[in-house]
Protein backbone atom coordinates (compact mmCIF):
# COMPACT_ATOMS: atom_id res chain seq x y z
CA UNK A 1 0.00 0.00 0.00
CA UNK A 2 2.83 2.47 1.29
CA UNK A 3 4.76 1.38 -2.19
CA UNK A 4 1.61 2.10 -4.51
CA UNK A 5 1.45 5.38 -2.57
CA UNK A 6 5.04 6.50 -3.20
CA UNK A 7 4.65 5.22 -6.88
CA UNK A 8 1.35 7.21 -7.11
CA UNK A 9 2.47 10.40 -5.79
CA UNK A 10 5.88 10.09 -7.60
CA UNK A 11 3.63 9.71 -11.26
CA UNK A 12 1.79 12.71 -10.47
CA UNK A 13 4.11 14.88 -8.45
CA UNK A 14 3.94 18.10 -11.04
CA UNK A 15 0.13 18.12 -10.68
CA UNK A 16 -0.29 17.39 -7.23
CA UNK A 17 2.43 20.50 -6.24
CA UNK A 18 0.69 22.49 -8.69
CA UNK A 19 -3.01 21.88 -7.18
CA UNK A 20 -1.71 22.21 -3.23
CA UNK A 21 0.25 25.50 -4.72
CA UNK A 22 -2.56 26.89 -5.87
CA UNK A 23 -4.46 25.78 -2.57
CA UNK A 24 -1.73 27.50 -0.13
CA UNK A 25 -1.85 30.71 -2.72
CA UNK A 26 -5.62 30.69 -2.66
CA UNK A 27 -5.71 30.68 0.72
CA UNK A 28 -3.11 32.95 1.91
CA UNK A 29 -4.85 35.94 -0.77
CA UNK A 30 -7.94 34.60 0.93
CA UNK A 31 -6.79 35.30 4.99
CA UNK A 32 -4.45 38.22 3.72
CA UNK A 33 -7.81 40.00 2.90
CA UNK A 34 -9.74 39.20 5.50
CA UNK A 35 -7.25 41.10 7.80
CA UNK A 36 -7.38 43.95 5.82
CA UNK A 37 -11.15 43.85 6.09
CA UNK A 38 -10.81 43.21 9.44
CA UNK A 39 -8.25 46.28 9.93
CA UNK A 40 -10.54 48.30 8.66
CA UNK A 41 -12.68 48.09 11.78
CA UNK A 42 -15.87 49.28 10.51
CA UNK A 43 -18.62 49.85 12.82
CA UNK A 44 -21.76 47.52 12.47
CA UNK A 45 -23.82 50.56 12.26
CA UNK A 46 -22.22 51.89 9.19
CA UNK A 47 -22.55 48.80 6.95
CA UNK A 48 -24.97 49.00 4.55
CA UNK A 49 -28.22 47.71 5.49
CA UNK A 50 -28.93 45.40 3.03
CA UNK A 51 -32.32 43.56 2.74
CA UNK A 52 -31.09 40.61 4.50
CA UNK A 53 -29.43 42.75 7.45
CA UNK A 54 -30.71 43.24 10.86
CA UNK A 55 -29.20 47.01 10.76
CA UNK A 56 -31.99 49.34 11.12
CA UNK A 57 -30.76 52.65 9.51
CA UNK A 58 -31.77 56.25 10.19
CA UNK A 59 -34.43 57.25 7.69
CA UNK A 60 -35.01 60.70 8.40
CA UNK A 61 -32.53 63.62 7.25
CA UNK A 62 -31.51 65.11 10.16
CA UNK A 63 -28.23 66.35 11.79
CA UNK A 64 -27.97 63.02 14.00
CA UNK A 65 -28.02 61.22 11.26
CA UNK A 66 -25.91 63.82 8.98
CA UNK A 67 -22.94 63.89 11.68
CA UNK A 68 -23.50 59.58 11.52
CA UNK A 69 -22.87 59.21 7.80
CA UNK A 70 -19.92 61.93 7.77
CA UNK A 71 -18.28 59.70 10.75
CA UNK A 72 -18.74 56.50 8.56
CA UNK A 73 -17.82 57.44 4.90
CA UNK A 74 -13.89 57.34 5.27
CA UNK A 75 -14.35 53.60 6.80
CA UNK A 76 -17.10 52.60 4.70
CA UNK A 77 -15.26 54.01 1.58
CA UNK A 78 -12.34 52.01 2.36
CA UNK A 79 -14.16 48.89 3.52
CA UNK A 80 -16.13 48.80 0.69
CA UNK A 81 -13.46 49.53 -2.25
CA UNK A 82 -11.30 46.58 -0.64
CA UNK A 83 -14.65 44.06 -1.00
CA UNK A 84 -15.81 45.01 -4.69
CA UNK A 85 -11.96 45.51 -5.87
CA UNK A 86 -10.43 42.17 -3.86
CA UNK A 87 -12.09 40.42 -2.04
CA UNK A 88 -14.96 39.86 -4.46
CA UNK A 89 -11.65 39.20 -7.01
CA UNK A 90 -10.26 36.48 -4.60
CA UNK A 91 -13.65 34.69 -3.47
CA UNK A 92 -14.45 34.30 -7.88
CA UNK A 93 -11.49 32.41 -7.57
CA UNK A 94 -12.81 29.89 -5.31
CA UNK A 95 -15.58 28.49 -7.99
CA UNK A 96 -13.14 27.49 -10.72
CA UNK A 97 -10.17 26.08 -8.19
CA UNK A 98 -12.14 22.90 -7.16
CA UNK A 99 -13.32 22.23 -10.71
CA UNK A 100 -9.30 22.58 -12.01
CA UNK A 101 -8.05 20.88 -9.43
CA UNK A 102 -10.33 17.64 -9.59
CA UNK A 103 -9.93 17.37 -13.00
CA UNK A 104 -5.52 17.69 -12.95
CA UNK A 105 -5.75 14.64 -10.46
CA UNK A 106 -8.71 12.64 -12.07
CA UNK A 107 -7.54 12.78 -16.00
CA UNK A 108 -4.11 11.69 -15.88
CA UNK A 109 -4.41 8.86 -12.60
CA UNK A 110 -5.74 5.87 -15.36
CA UNK A 111 -5.38 8.47 -18.61
CA UNK A 112 -1.70 8.98 -18.51
CA UNK A 113 -1.32 5.38 -17.76
CA UNK A 114 -2.96 4.13 -20.89
CA UNK A 115 -1.40 6.97 -23.26
CA UNK A 116 1.64 6.19 -22.50
CA UNK A 117 1.52 2.69 -22.83
CA UNK A 118 2.34 1.43 -19.09
CA UNK A 119 -1.33 0.14 -18.24
CA UNK A 120 -0.65 -3.13 -19.54
CA UNK A 121 2.17 -3.28 -17.38
CA UNK A 122 0.43 -2.27 -14.30
CA UNK A 123 -2.64 -3.98 -14.66
CA UNK A 124 -0.55 -7.33 -15.48
CA UNK A 125 1.33 -6.66 -11.78
CA UNK A 126 -1.58 -5.99 -10.10
CA UNK A 127 -3.46 -8.75 -8.82
CA UNK A 128 -6.67 -6.97 -9.93
CA UNK A 129 -7.33 -4.03 -11.98
CA UNK A 130 -10.06 -2.84 -9.32
CA UNK A 131 -8.28 -3.17 -6.72
CA UNK A 132 -4.98 -1.30 -9.06
CA UNK A 133 -7.84 1.59 -9.59
CA UNK A 134 -9.44 1.95 -5.83
CA UNK A 135 -5.80 2.00 -3.84
CA UNK A 136 -4.84 4.61 -5.87
CA UNK A 137 -7.64 6.51 -6.86
CA UNK A 138 -9.57 6.44 -3.01
CA UNK A 139 -6.19 7.60 -0.97
CA UNK A 140 -5.85 10.69 -3.72
CA UNK A 141 -9.51 11.30 -3.24
CA UNK A 142 -8.36 11.91 0.11
CA UNK A 143 -5.70 14.04 -0.30
CA UNK A 144 -7.69 16.28 -2.39
CA UNK A 145 -10.67 16.57 0.07
CA UNK A 146 -7.74 17.66 2.29
CA UNK A 147 -6.36 20.09 0.15
CA UNK A 148 -9.33 21.69 -0.65
CA UNK A 149 -10.21 21.87 2.87
CA UNK A 150 -7.51 24.56 3.17
CA UNK A 151 -9.27 27.16 0.78
CA UNK A 152 -13.14 26.13 1.83
CA UNK A 153 -12.07 26.87 5.30
CA UNK A 154 -10.38 30.33 4.52
CA UNK A 155 -13.14 31.41 2.46
CA UNK A 156 -15.37 31.33 5.55
CA UNK A 157 -13.14 33.75 7.33
CA UNK A 158 -13.10 35.89 4.31
CA UNK A 159 -16.91 35.56 3.99
CA UNK A 160 -16.95 36.54 7.52
CA UNK A 161 -15.44 39.76 7.14
CA UNK A 162 -16.82 40.12 3.90
CA UNK A 163 -20.23 40.34 6.00
CA UNK A 164 -19.75 41.01 9.72
CA UNK A 165 -23.17 40.84 10.40
CA UNK A 166 -23.92 37.26 9.10
CA UNK A 167 -22.02 34.21 10.76
CA UNK A 168 -20.43 32.61 7.79
CA UNK A 169 -21.34 29.21 8.57
CA UNK A 170 -25.36 29.98 8.81
CA UNK A 171 -25.10 32.18 5.93
CA UNK A 172 -26.57 31.35 2.10
CA UNK A 173 -23.89 34.25 1.09
CA UNK A 174 -21.69 32.95 -1.77
CA UNK A 175 -22.88 29.51 -0.76
CA UNK A 176 -20.81 27.41 -3.07
CA UNK A 177 -17.30 29.10 -3.04
CA UNK A 178 -16.99 27.91 0.30
CA UNK A 179 -17.17 25.37 2.83
CA UNK A 180 -18.40 21.75 2.27
CA UNK A 181 -19.74 22.75 -0.87
CA UNK A 182 -16.47 23.77 -2.24
CA UNK A 183 -15.16 20.08 -0.99
CA UNK A 184 -18.05 18.74 -2.48
CA UNK A 185 -17.41 20.05 -6.13
CA UNK A 186 -14.11 19.23 -6.50
CA UNK A 187 -14.57 15.47 -5.52
CA UNK A 188 -17.49 15.24 -7.95
CA UNK A 189 -15.38 16.50 -10.67
CA UNK A 190 -12.17 14.42 -9.70
CA UNK A 191 -14.93 11.05 -9.70
CA UNK A 192 -15.97 12.28 -13.34
CA UNK A 193 -12.40 13.26 -14.71
CA UNK A 194 -11.35 9.50 -13.33
CA UNK A 195 -13.75 8.11 -15.18
CA UNK A 196 -13.41 10.43 -18.52
CA UNK A 197 -9.45 9.48 -18.02
CA UNK A 198 -10.17 5.70 -18.25
CA UNK A 199 -12.83 5.68 -20.69
CA UNK A 200 -10.84 7.92 -23.60
CA UNK A 201 -7.36 6.90 -22.65
CA UNK A 202 -5.71 10.36 -23.43
CA UNK A 203 -5.27 13.11 -21.18
CA UNK A 204 -5.99 16.27 -23.11
CA UNK A 205 -9.09 15.19 -25.02
CA UNK A 206 -10.42 14.00 -21.50
CA UNK A 207 -9.31 17.23 -19.80
CA UNK A 208 -11.70 18.87 -22.28
CA UNK A 209 -14.42 16.72 -22.09
CA UNK A 210 -14.58 16.11 -18.36
CA UNK A 211 -14.34 20.17 -18.03
CA UNK A 212 -17.31 20.26 -20.23
CA UNK A 213 -19.06 17.55 -18.23
CA UNK A 214 -18.44 18.80 -14.75
CA UNK A 215 -19.36 22.24 -15.58
CA UNK A 216 -22.66 21.36 -17.01
CA UNK A 217 -23.35 18.65 -13.97
CA UNK A 218 -21.69 21.43 -11.53
CA UNK A 219 -24.40 23.73 -13.21
CA UNK A 220 -27.03 21.31 -12.75
CA UNK A 221 -26.65 20.47 -9.45
CA UNK A 222 -26.85 24.63 -8.60
CA UNK A 223 -30.20 24.46 -10.49
CA UNK A 224 -31.45 21.49 -8.59
CA UNK A 225 -30.21 23.06 -4.65
CA UNK A 226 -31.44 26.36 -5.79
CA UNK A 227 -35.30 24.89 -6.53
CA UNK A 228 -34.64 22.20 -3.39
CA UNK A 229 -33.83 25.24 -1.41
CA UNK A 230 -36.95 26.92 -2.91
CA UNK A 231 -39.00 24.22 -0.86
CA UNK A 232 -37.76 25.28 2.93
CA UNK A 233 -38.86 29.03 2.27
CA UNK A 234 -40.98 30.31 4.80
CA UNK A 235 -43.27 33.66 5.11
CA UNK A 236 -41.84 36.90 7.08
CA UNK A 237 -43.94 39.66 6.97
CA UNK A 238 -42.94 42.05 4.54
CA UNK A 239 -41.69 44.70 7.13
CA UNK A 240 -39.66 42.09 8.96
CA UNK A 241 -35.93 42.63 8.26
CA UNK A 242 -34.94 38.96 8.43
CA UNK A 243 -31.48 37.40 9.58
CA UNK A 244 -28.42 38.39 7.78
CA UNK A 245 -27.64 35.59 5.24
CA UNK A 246 -30.77 34.20 4.75
CA UNK A 247 -32.03 33.72 1.07
CA UNK A 248 -34.80 35.72 -0.49
CA UNK A 249 -36.82 33.63 -2.23
CA UNK A 250 -39.72 35.75 -3.54
CA UNK A 251 -42.72 37.86 -2.32
CA UNK A 252 -46.35 36.21 -2.05
CA UNK A 253 -49.35 37.22 -1.01
CA UNK A 254 -50.92 35.55 2.32
CA UNK A 255 -55.04 35.35 2.57
CA UNK A 256 -57.13 35.75 5.54
CA UNK A 257 -56.80 31.55 5.68
CA UNK A 258 -53.11 31.22 5.06
CA UNK A 259 -52.87 30.56 2.11
CA UNK A 260 -50.23 32.03 -0.68
CA UNK A 261 -50.97 33.63 -3.90
CA UNK A 262 -48.31 34.95 -6.42
CA UNK A 263 -48.09 38.72 -6.13
CA UNK A 264 -49.15 39.13 -9.96
CA UNK A 265 -53.13 38.85 -7.71
CA UNK A 266 -51.86 42.25 -6.01
CA UNK A 267 -54.38 44.91 -5.71
CA UNK A 268 -53.25 48.14 -4.16
CA UNK A 269 -55.02 50.54 -3.15
CA UNK A 270 -55.18 54.35 -3.30
CA UNK A 271 -53.30 54.75 -0.07
CA UNK A 272 -50.98 51.77 -0.90
CA UNK A 273 -52.55 48.85 1.06
CA UNK A 274 -53.20 45.33 0.05
CA UNK A 275 -56.54 45.02 -0.73
CA UNK A 276 -59.07 42.03 0.23
CA UNK A 277 -57.77 41.28 3.23
CA UNK A 278 -54.42 40.24 1.98
CA UNK A 279 -50.89 40.63 3.27
CA UNK A 280 -47.90 40.85 1.52
CA UNK A 281 -45.03 38.44 2.58
CA UNK A 282 -41.73 37.92 1.90
CA UNK A 283 -40.64 33.95 0.92
CA UNK A 284 -37.52 33.47 2.45
CA UNK A 285 -34.87 30.60 3.86
CA UNK A 286 -34.15 30.96 7.22
CA UNK A 287 -30.00 31.49 7.27
CA UNK A 288 -30.03 29.10 10.10
CA UNK A 289 -30.82 26.26 7.45
CA UNK A 290 -28.08 27.07 5.61
CA UNK A 291 -25.66 24.21 6.98
CA UNK A 292 -28.32 21.93 6.83
CA UNK A 293 -28.81 22.35 2.73
CA UNK A 294 -25.21 22.96 2.13
CA UNK A 295 -23.75 20.13 3.88
CA UNK A 296 -26.50 17.50 2.08
CA UNK A 297 -25.76 18.70 -1.38
CA UNK A 298 -21.97 18.41 -0.44
CA UNK A 299 -22.14 15.05 0.38
CA UNK A 300 -24.29 14.30 -2.53
CA UNK A 301 -21.56 15.56 -5.12
CA UNK A 302 -19.25 13.81 -2.82
CA UNK A 303 -21.12 10.54 -2.75
CA UNK A 304 -21.58 10.77 -6.35
CA UNK A 305 -17.96 12.03 -6.93
CA UNK A 306 -17.04 8.24 -5.28
CA UNK A 307 -19.88 6.54 -6.94
CA UNK A 308 -18.26 7.36 -10.40
CA UNK A 309 -14.89 6.10 -9.08
CA UNK A 310 -16.98 3.08 -8.43
CA UNK A 311 -18.25 2.65 -12.42
CA UNK A 312 -14.57 3.42 -13.39
CA UNK A 313 -13.54 0.42 -11.46
CA UNK A 314 -15.92 -1.71 -13.42
CA UNK A 315 -15.42 -0.16 -16.89
CA UNK A 316 -11.01 -0.57 -16.14
CA UNK A 317 -12.30 -3.93 -16.01
CA UNK A 318 -13.39 -4.74 -19.45
CA UNK A 319 -11.44 -2.02 -21.06
CA UNK A 320 -8.55 -3.04 -24.12
CA UNK A 321 -5.20 -2.21 -22.24
CA UNK A 322 -4.20 0.15 -25.00
CA UNK B 1 4.53 18.46 -49.15
CA UNK B 2 2.93 21.08 -46.88
CA UNK B 3 -0.55 19.09 -48.12
CA UNK B 4 0.76 16.22 -46.46
CA UNK B 5 2.24 17.48 -43.39
CA UNK B 6 -1.19 19.54 -43.02
CA UNK B 7 -2.78 16.23 -43.16
CA UNK B 8 -0.86 14.63 -40.72
CA UNK B 9 -0.86 17.31 -38.20
CA UNK B 10 -4.77 18.02 -38.70
CA UNK B 11 -5.00 14.49 -37.89
CA UNK B 12 -3.27 13.63 -34.67
CA UNK B 13 -4.94 16.99 -33.63
CA UNK B 14 -8.08 16.34 -34.65
CA UNK B 15 -10.22 16.07 -31.10
CA UNK B 16 -8.63 19.57 -30.04
CA UNK B 17 -9.04 21.40 -32.98
CA UNK B 18 -12.77 20.12 -33.56
CA UNK B 19 -13.20 21.13 -30.07
CA UNK B 20 -11.68 24.51 -30.23
CA UNK B 21 -13.90 25.05 -33.30
CA UNK B 22 -17.40 23.87 -31.73
CA UNK B 23 -15.90 26.33 -29.16
CA UNK B 24 -16.12 29.03 -31.52
CA UNK B 25 -18.89 28.49 -33.25
CA UNK B 26 -21.10 28.10 -30.24
CA UNK B 27 -19.74 30.98 -28.53
CA UNK B 28 -20.69 32.90 -31.98
CA UNK B 29 -23.80 31.46 -32.00
CA UNK B 30 -24.91 32.73 -28.41
CA UNK B 31 -23.72 36.15 -29.40
CA UNK B 32 -25.28 36.41 -32.32
CA UNK B 33 -28.75 34.72 -30.46
CA UNK B 34 -28.61 37.91 -27.87
CA UNK B 35 -27.72 40.17 -30.52
CA UNK B 36 -30.74 39.44 -32.28
CA UNK B 37 -32.59 39.32 -29.00
CA UNK B 38 -31.29 43.34 -28.35
CA UNK B 39 -31.72 44.55 -31.73
CA UNK B 40 -35.10 42.78 -31.86
CA UNK B 41 -36.12 44.98 -28.74
CA UNK B 42 -36.17 48.00 -31.42
CA UNK B 43 -34.33 50.29 -27.77
CA UNK B 44 -35.34 54.11 -28.89
CA UNK B 45 -31.76 55.89 -28.95
CA UNK B 46 -32.80 58.34 -26.02
CA UNK B 47 -34.23 55.67 -23.79
CA UNK B 48 -30.79 54.46 -23.12
CA UNK B 49 -28.90 55.12 -19.47
CA UNK B 50 -26.21 56.53 -21.39
CA UNK B 51 -27.51 59.05 -23.71
CA UNK B 52 -30.50 60.00 -21.04
CA UNK B 53 -29.11 59.28 -17.99
CA UNK B 54 -30.47 57.42 -14.88
CA UNK B 55 -33.68 58.35 -14.20
CA UNK B 56 -33.59 61.53 -12.29
CA UNK B 57 -34.39 61.60 -8.68
CA UNK B 58 -37.05 64.26 -8.19
CA UNK B 59 -38.23 64.96 -12.42
CA UNK B 60 -40.42 66.72 -14.01
CA UNK B 61 -43.45 66.15 -15.21
CA UNK B 62 -42.01 66.03 -19.23
CA UNK B 63 -39.04 63.21 -17.57
CA UNK B 64 -41.25 61.48 -15.57
CA UNK B 65 -43.78 60.57 -18.93
CA UNK B 66 -40.42 60.03 -20.61
CA UNK B 67 -39.49 57.60 -18.42
CA UNK B 68 -42.72 55.58 -17.95
CA UNK B 69 -42.73 55.11 -21.91
CA UNK B 70 -39.23 54.14 -21.92
CA UNK B 71 -39.82 51.99 -18.67
CA UNK B 72 -40.56 48.56 -20.14
CA UNK B 73 -38.26 48.20 -22.98
CA UNK B 74 -35.40 49.92 -20.72
CA UNK B 75 -35.77 47.28 -18.00
CA UNK B 76 -35.85 44.25 -20.87
CA UNK B 77 -33.05 45.71 -22.57
CA UNK B 78 -30.57 46.31 -19.49
CA UNK B 79 -31.79 42.82 -18.41
CA UNK B 80 -30.71 41.29 -21.19
CA UNK B 81 -27.55 42.97 -21.35
CA UNK B 82 -26.79 42.22 -17.98
CA UNK B 83 -27.65 38.73 -17.88
CA UNK B 84 -26.94 37.55 -21.25
CA UNK B 85 -24.53 39.87 -22.98
CA UNK B 86 -22.38 40.13 -20.39
CA UNK B 87 -22.13 36.65 -19.99
CA UNK B 88 -21.39 36.17 -23.46
CA UNK B 89 -18.61 38.45 -23.20
CA UNK B 90 -17.60 36.83 -19.79
CA UNK B 91 -16.84 34.06 -21.95
CA UNK B 92 -15.13 35.80 -24.71
CA UNK B 93 -12.47 36.71 -22.27
CA UNK B 94 -11.83 33.03 -21.47
CA UNK B 95 -12.08 31.22 -25.08
CA UNK B 96 -9.64 32.55 -26.67
CA UNK B 97 -7.09 31.91 -24.06
CA UNK B 98 -8.16 28.37 -23.64
CA UNK B 99 -8.83 27.29 -27.51
CA UNK B 100 -4.62 28.92 -28.14
CA UNK B 101 -3.45 26.30 -25.10
CA UNK B 102 -5.74 23.41 -25.93
CA UNK B 103 -4.10 23.67 -29.77
CA UNK B 104 -0.60 24.47 -28.98
CA UNK B 105 0.11 22.28 -26.06
CA UNK B 106 -0.22 19.38 -27.68
CA UNK B 107 1.53 20.41 -31.09
CA UNK B 108 4.84 19.37 -29.91
CA UNK B 109 4.44 18.15 -25.80
CA UNK B 110 2.33 15.04 -27.30
CA UNK B 111 4.97 14.22 -29.95
CA UNK B 112 7.86 13.85 -26.88
CA UNK B 113 5.46 12.73 -24.69
CA UNK B 114 4.58 9.60 -26.53
CA UNK B 115 8.02 8.71 -27.88
CA UNK B 116 6.93 9.44 -31.31
CA UNK B 117 9.78 12.92 -31.85
CA UNK B 118 12.81 11.00 -32.34
CA UNK B 119 11.06 9.10 -35.64
CA UNK B 120 9.63 12.22 -36.93
CA UNK B 121 12.68 14.22 -36.03
CA UNK B 122 14.94 11.65 -37.97
CA UNK B 123 12.54 11.76 -41.07
CA UNK B 124 12.33 15.96 -41.45
CA UNK B 125 15.45 17.06 -42.95
CA UNK B 126 15.18 20.02 -40.06
CA UNK B 127 13.99 19.85 -37.00
CA UNK B 128 13.15 23.82 -37.02
CA UNK B 129 11.31 23.29 -40.49
CA UNK B 130 9.42 20.62 -38.69
CA UNK B 131 8.49 22.86 -36.14
CA UNK B 132 7.60 25.65 -38.34
CA UNK B 133 5.81 23.62 -41.02
CA UNK B 134 2.96 22.49 -38.00
CA UNK B 135 3.55 25.71 -36.16
CA UNK B 136 2.63 28.48 -38.42
CA UNK B 137 -0.11 26.80 -40.70
CA UNK B 138 -1.96 26.04 -37.14
CA UNK B 139 -1.61 29.31 -35.76
CA UNK B 140 -3.41 30.48 -38.77
CA UNK B 141 -6.03 27.98 -38.25
CA UNK B 142 -6.92 29.33 -34.71
CA UNK B 143 -6.68 32.98 -36.28
CA UNK B 144 -9.41 31.86 -38.76
CA UNK B 145 -11.24 29.79 -36.25
CA UNK B 146 -11.06 33.00 -33.72
CA UNK B 147 -12.51 35.30 -35.98
CA UNK B 148 -16.33 34.08 -35.74
CA UNK B 149 -16.65 34.80 -32.18
CA UNK B 150 -14.46 38.19 -32.82
CA UNK B 151 -16.46 39.24 -35.66
CA UNK B 152 -19.91 38.37 -33.86
CA UNK B 153 -18.64 39.74 -30.30
CA UNK B 154 -18.53 42.90 -32.77
CA UNK B 155 -22.10 42.53 -33.58
CA UNK B 156 -23.02 42.18 -30.14
CA UNK B 157 -21.22 44.99 -28.63
CA UNK B 158 -23.14 47.55 -31.11
CA UNK B 159 -26.08 45.62 -30.06
CA UNK B 160 -25.70 46.20 -26.36
CA UNK B 161 -24.42 49.78 -26.82
CA UNK B 162 -26.43 51.52 -29.49
CA UNK B 163 -25.21 54.38 -28.91
CA UNK B 164 -21.63 53.89 -29.88
CA UNK B 165 -20.27 52.56 -33.16
CA UNK B 166 -18.31 49.57 -32.10
CA UNK B 167 -15.48 50.03 -34.55
CA UNK B 168 -15.04 53.47 -32.34
CA UNK B 169 -15.37 52.51 -29.41
CA UNK B 170 -12.80 50.89 -26.50
CA UNK B 171 -15.37 49.42 -24.58
CA UNK B 172 -15.30 45.96 -23.90
CA UNK B 173 -11.62 46.10 -25.63
CA UNK B 174 -9.77 42.07 -25.95
CA UNK B 175 -13.64 40.60 -26.04
CA UNK B 176 -14.34 41.43 -29.54
CA UNK B 177 -12.59 42.08 -33.03
CA UNK B 178 -8.85 41.40 -33.54
CA UNK B 179 -7.76 42.23 -30.09
CA UNK B 180 -9.62 38.96 -29.47
CA UNK B 181 -7.64 36.92 -32.13
CA UNK B 182 -4.61 38.59 -31.14
CA UNK B 183 -4.61 37.40 -27.16
CA UNK B 184 -5.46 33.73 -28.79
CA UNK B 185 -2.38 33.47 -30.91
CA UNK B 186 -0.59 34.90 -27.95
CA UNK B 187 -1.54 32.37 -25.68
CA UNK B 188 -1.31 29.49 -29.06
CA UNK B 189 2.46 30.76 -28.59
CA UNK B 190 2.91 30.19 -25.45
CA UNK B 191 1.50 27.08 -25.16
CA UNK B 192 3.71 26.11 -28.18
CA UNK B 193 7.00 27.27 -26.42
CA UNK B 194 5.99 26.03 -22.77
CA UNK B 195 5.00 22.25 -24.38
CA UNK B 196 8.06 22.25 -26.23
CA UNK B 197 10.33 23.13 -23.25
CA UNK B 198 8.38 20.58 -20.95
CA UNK B 199 7.72 18.08 -23.28
CA UNK B 200 4.67 16.69 -20.99
CA UNK B 201 1.36 17.69 -22.00
CA UNK B 202 -0.62 18.22 -18.27
CA UNK B 203 2.26 19.60 -16.47
CA UNK B 204 3.06 22.15 -20.15
CA UNK B 205 -1.23 22.86 -19.60
CA UNK B 206 -0.60 24.15 -16.50
CA UNK B 207 2.50 26.17 -16.23
CA UNK B 208 1.32 27.76 -19.84
CA UNK B 209 -2.09 28.23 -18.38
CA UNK B 210 -0.66 29.83 -15.52
CA UNK B 211 1.37 32.32 -17.83
CA UNK B 212 -1.38 33.16 -20.00
CA UNK B 213 -3.49 34.44 -17.21
CA UNK B 214 -0.31 36.36 -16.39
CA UNK B 215 -0.60 38.31 -20.33
CA UNK B 216 -4.28 38.77 -19.34
CA UNK B 217 -3.23 40.97 -16.85
CA UNK B 218 -0.45 42.25 -18.61
CA UNK B 219 -1.96 42.68 -21.66
CA UNK B 220 -4.29 45.91 -19.71
CA UNK B 221 -0.34 47.20 -18.97
CA UNK B 222 0.37 47.07 -22.78
CA UNK B 223 -2.75 48.65 -24.17
CA UNK B 224 -1.70 51.72 -21.78
CA UNK B 225 1.63 51.31 -23.33
CA UNK B 226 0.71 51.34 -26.88
CA UNK B 227 -1.83 53.49 -26.22
CA UNK B 228 -0.02 56.62 -25.32
CA UNK B 229 1.42 57.30 -28.37
CA UNK B 230 -2.71 57.89 -29.53
CA UNK B 231 -3.68 59.65 -26.71
CA UNK B 232 -5.40 63.27 -26.41
CA UNK B 233 -4.75 65.21 -23.44
CA UNK B 234 -8.06 66.66 -21.69
CA UNK B 235 -8.78 68.80 -19.18
CA UNK B 236 -10.50 66.62 -16.74
CA UNK B 237 -12.21 69.47 -14.84
CA UNK B 238 -14.11 70.92 -17.88
CA UNK B 239 -14.51 67.54 -19.89
CA UNK B 240 -16.57 64.37 -18.81
CA UNK B 241 -14.82 61.39 -20.44
CA UNK B 242 -16.43 60.61 -23.99
CA UNK B 243 -18.29 57.62 -24.14
CA UNK B 244 -16.15 54.71 -26.02
CA UNK B 245 -13.18 56.36 -24.97
CA UNK B 246 -10.49 54.95 -22.69
CA UNK B 247 -8.20 56.90 -20.26
CA UNK B 248 -4.78 55.53 -20.67
CA UNK B 249 -3.83 58.06 -16.98
CA UNK B 250 -4.34 60.97 -15.61
CA UNK B 251 -1.77 63.23 -14.85
CA UNK B 252 -1.18 66.89 -14.19
CA UNK B 253 -0.60 69.69 -16.71
CA UNK B 254 1.76 72.66 -14.43
CA UNK B 255 0.63 76.31 -15.90
CA UNK B 256 3.93 75.78 -18.85
CA UNK B 257 2.10 72.97 -20.22
CA UNK B 258 4.31 70.21 -19.08
CA UNK B 259 2.75 67.08 -17.62
CA UNK B 260 3.91 65.29 -14.63
CA UNK B 261 2.68 61.71 -13.36
CA UNK B 262 0.42 62.07 -9.89
CA UNK B 263 2.81 60.70 -7.22
CA UNK B 264 0.04 60.43 -4.73
CA UNK B 265 -3.68 62.06 -5.60
CA UNK B 266 -4.46 61.61 -1.69
CA UNK B 267 -2.44 64.87 -1.30
CA UNK B 268 -4.11 66.44 -3.41
CA UNK B 269 -7.68 65.65 -2.78
CA UNK B 270 -9.81 69.14 -1.82
CA UNK B 271 -6.99 71.65 -2.66
CA UNK B 272 -6.68 70.81 -6.78
CA UNK B 273 -3.38 70.02 -7.86
CA UNK B 274 -0.17 71.71 -6.52
CA UNK B 275 1.75 75.17 -7.96
CA UNK B 276 -1.69 76.32 -10.08
CA UNK B 277 -1.93 73.68 -12.00
CA UNK B 278 -4.76 71.25 -13.90
CA UNK B 279 -5.72 67.43 -13.76
CA UNK B 280 -5.14 66.02 -17.51
CA UNK B 281 -7.06 62.71 -18.56
CA UNK B 282 -4.39 61.09 -21.31
CA UNK B 283 -7.41 59.84 -23.60
CA UNK B 284 -7.45 57.59 -26.13
CA UNK B 285 -10.48 59.00 -28.24
CA UNK B 286 -13.09 56.33 -29.57
CA UNK B 287 -12.13 56.80 -33.46
CA UNK B 288 -8.31 55.91 -32.57
CA UNK B 289 -9.56 52.33 -32.22
CA UNK B 290 -9.27 50.76 -35.32
CA UNK B 291 -5.38 51.69 -35.36
CA UNK B 292 -5.04 50.70 -31.86
CA UNK B 293 -6.43 47.69 -32.31
CA UNK B 294 -4.70 46.40 -35.31
CA UNK B 295 -1.25 47.43 -33.73
CA UNK B 296 -2.20 45.82 -30.46
CA UNK B 297 -3.53 42.64 -32.30
CA UNK B 298 0.09 42.44 -34.69
CA UNK B 299 2.31 43.31 -31.39
CA UNK B 300 0.24 40.13 -29.78
CA UNK B 301 0.85 38.25 -33.47
CA UNK B 302 4.72 39.09 -33.07
CA UNK B 303 5.16 38.17 -30.16
CA UNK B 304 3.36 34.86 -30.76
CA UNK B 305 5.56 34.23 -34.07
CA UNK B 306 8.64 34.84 -32.09
CA UNK B 307 8.09 32.57 -28.90
CA UNK B 308 7.18 29.78 -31.88
CA UNK B 309 10.36 30.95 -33.60
CA UNK B 310 11.86 30.10 -29.77
CA UNK B 311 10.88 27.37 -29.63
CA UNK B 312 12.40 26.22 -33.04
CA UNK B 313 15.71 27.08 -31.37
CA UNK B 314 14.76 25.22 -28.61
CA UNK B 315 13.53 21.78 -29.97
CA UNK B 316 16.77 21.94 -31.85
CA UNK B 317 18.97 21.56 -28.86
CA UNK B 318 16.41 19.29 -26.94
CA UNK B 319 16.99 15.78 -26.41
CA UNK B 320 13.96 13.72 -28.28
CA UNK B 321 12.26 11.82 -25.26
Not at chain 1, 64 to 87: G, I, M, P, S, W
Not at chain 2, 208 to 233: H, I, K, P, Q
Not at chain 2, 249 to 277: C, F, K, M, W
Request: charged share 15%; with cysteine; aromatic share 6%.
Amino acid sequence: MRITLRLLVKGLRFELAAVVLGALLLSGAALVVAAQLNAVAIPRDCLYASSTGPVAMPLKDDPAFEAHEAACQAKRQTFYTLDNDVAAQVMALMAPFPLLAGLLLGVPLVGREIEWGTAPLAWTLARSRRRWLLARALPLAVVLAIVLALPALTAEVLEGARDPLANPWTSFTDAGLRGPLLVGRGLLTFGLAVGVGALLGRQLPALIVAGVVAVLLLSAGDIARTEGTRGLATAVPSDATPTSGSLFVNQALRDQAGMLHPTSEIVIGSTGEVANGMELVTLIVPAAKAPLVDGTVAVAFGALGFLLIGGTALAVERRRAS
Amino acid sequence: MIPTTFRLLVKSLRFEIAAVLVGALLLAGAALVVTAHLNSLGMPRDCLYEVSGPPPVEPTAEQAAHDAACGAKRQTFYILVNEEADRVFALMAVFPIGGGLIVGVPLVAREIEWGTAPLAWTLARSRRRWLVGRAVPLGVVLAVVLAAPAFSGQLLEGAAEPSLDPGASFQDFGLRGAPLIGLGVLSYGVAVAIGTAMGRQLPALIVAGCMAVGLLVVSDGALRTLGRGFTSVVDASTVEVPLGSFVVDEQIRDPDGVLHPIVNSATYVGDGPPGGGTYVWLLLPGDRYPAVASVFSGVLAAVALGLVGASAEIIERRRAS
